[in-house]
């Protein structure tokens, strides 16, 4: 036995709103277009990315420490807007997912 087998199939990540490691899937790519923050759900965006759990209070907290600009290397504080709108939407998603 190698030891390694299901290693390469569930890549970590580092939540940059709660800190915490999570699966790849379990997270939302970011990346950052112009002076926004762009939700790339299927990771095929080039660039940069930070990841964050789909939900608002993983968001809120990542807003409230720049972690997007510190983690994308912004020059500048970016805009969050259509990421909150993402995010607030795919939480009602899957809450009316059984
Ligand atoms: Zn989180």
Redesign the pocket.
């Known amino acids: 036995m190698s030891g390694r087998t299901h290693d390469r199939a569930c890549p970590e990540r580092t939540?940059v709103?709660?800190?915490?490691r999570?699966a790849k899937n379990d997270l939302l790519r970011i990346v950052m277009i112009e002076d926004a923050c762009v939700p790339d759900p299927r990771g095929t965006l080039p660039g940069r990315g930070a990841y964050?759990?789909p939900?608002p209070v993983?968001l809120d907290?990542a807003v409230r420490r720049r972690a997007f600009t510190r983690a994308l290397r912004a020059p500048r504080a970016l805009d969050t807007n259509a990421l909150r709108r993402y995010v607030e939407q795919a939480t009602v998603a899957e809450q009316a997912t059984p």
């Open positions: 939540c709103g709660c800190r915490k999570a964050v759990h939900a993983c907290q």
